[in-house]
């Protein structure tokens, strides 16, 4: 039988990550002056003979930075490049933001392509180091029928995590990737891919050729002790919207509601949760600066997406031009609105 072609983008991160001058991996924890991204992507897929078996594959470089470097229009034009490449995809980049990238494939690309992203927590000069097998199980992914129609989906440590629920949990941990919401959605074991629960579908987003609001989302996080300086701060800044990751099911500081509320007046403001996981609560609590407070003055719930994820989903939806009622139905995709 052929085999099912896999484009891989290489976008760099810990997997494709040596020691800048040697062109050699480090080993250990040699001193001097750190790892960064130099592998090619077919420099990847050569390190891994067992892909011949799984795919054929196509290598494309397509960014050679550490996940922290990318950035809105890096993934706009990655999901483009996949579109076009008319493929299941696999995506491997540094792992501190695969879970903004998998998000916003999901949003762009949904279920039309099968995509899939990885990297690795160890390069490739430590002793087991996962990139080899995150990139073949990610193209097991990939090629395989079970993995058709379910939207992006991260695969690390063979586990499957949607797109939608899938984060970095651990700074440092090989098995650093989990979707605290729900779970993993399956795994890859023996060569098979077994899908055990079906994400629920989610929002998608189409970008017009011109894009209405390319302004950056910012993200501020709550705390106590907070007079609401930061939002008052940005209050008259070049801004498409503001995520807030608020206290508990979506709670601030009595001065910081009164400045979300202004902020709100001028730009979408969005209330994630920064606990990790759970969702902003709708009717619960009364007090000022509660969820109910504050969705009565205007803030959208980021239902259960994280901040970071929501930030994803608010700088599409103001690059897509959706007003803020087609901006709530899309965060009520995953229970907010
Ligand atoms: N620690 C990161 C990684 O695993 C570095 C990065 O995101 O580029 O790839």
């Keep these: ?40 992507a077919r420099g990847l897929v050569r390190a891994v003979p067992a892909l011949g078996h799984v795919a054929r594959i196509k290598a494309i470089d397509f960014r ?25 995809a696999v995506v491997t980049q540094g792992t501190d933001t695969i879970e903004e990238t998998a998000f916003a494939l999901d949003l ?4 039309r392509q099968t995509v899939v992203v ?78 055990l629960l079906h994400p629920v579908e989610g929002a998608s987003i189409t970008l017009p050729a011109k894009q209405a609001d390319t302004r950056p989302v910012l993200v501020v996080t709550a705390h106590q002790n907070d007079d609401g300086e930061v939002l008052r701060a940005i209050y008259g800044r070049e801004i498409a919207g503001v995520i807030i990751a608020a206290m508990g099911g979506g709670h601030l500081a009595p001065k910081a509601a009164d400045a979300a509320e202004a902020l709100s007046r001028r730009v979408p403001v969005v209330l994630a949760s920064r606990t990790g996981s759970g969702p902003v609560l709708a009717r619960t609590y009364g007090f000022k600066g509660s969820e109910m407070d504050l969705t009565s003055r205007g803030l959208i719930r980021a239902g259960w997406l994280e901040p970071a994820k929501a930030r994803i989903l608010l700088a599409l939806a103001r690059r897509a031009g959706l007003d803020r009622r087609k901006t709530r139905a899309a965060f009520a995709n995953y229970g907010g609105g």
Excluded: C, W, Y
Aim: hydrophobic share 45%; net charge neutral.
């Design 1 to 40: 039988m052929a085999l099912t072609t896999v484009n891989v983008f290489a976008l760099g991160g810990t997997i494709a990550m040596a020691a800048p001058d040697s062109g050699q991996p480090v080993r250990g924890r040699a001193k001097g002056p750190g790892v960064t991204p130099r592998l090619t």
């Design 64 to 88: 050679r930075v550490p996940g922290a470097q990318l950035d809105d229009d890096d993934l706009i034009e990655l999901a483009r490049a996949i579109i076009k490449g008319r493929a299941p």
């Design 108 to 111: 762009l690309v949904g279920g």
């Design 118 to 195: 990885t990297g690795a927590m160890r390069h490739p000069g430590l002793a087991g180091a996962d990139g080899p097998a995150n990139l073949l199980a990610a193209v097991t992914v990939a090629a395989s029928e079970a993995a058709e129609g379910l939207g992006a989906l991260v695969v690390m440590g063979d586990r499957i995590h949607a797109a939608s629920l899938a984060r970095k949990t651990n700074s440092a941990m090989p098995d650093a990737f989990t979707s605290p919401n729900a779970g993993p959605i399956g795994f890859v074991a023996e060569g098979n891919v077994r899908i």
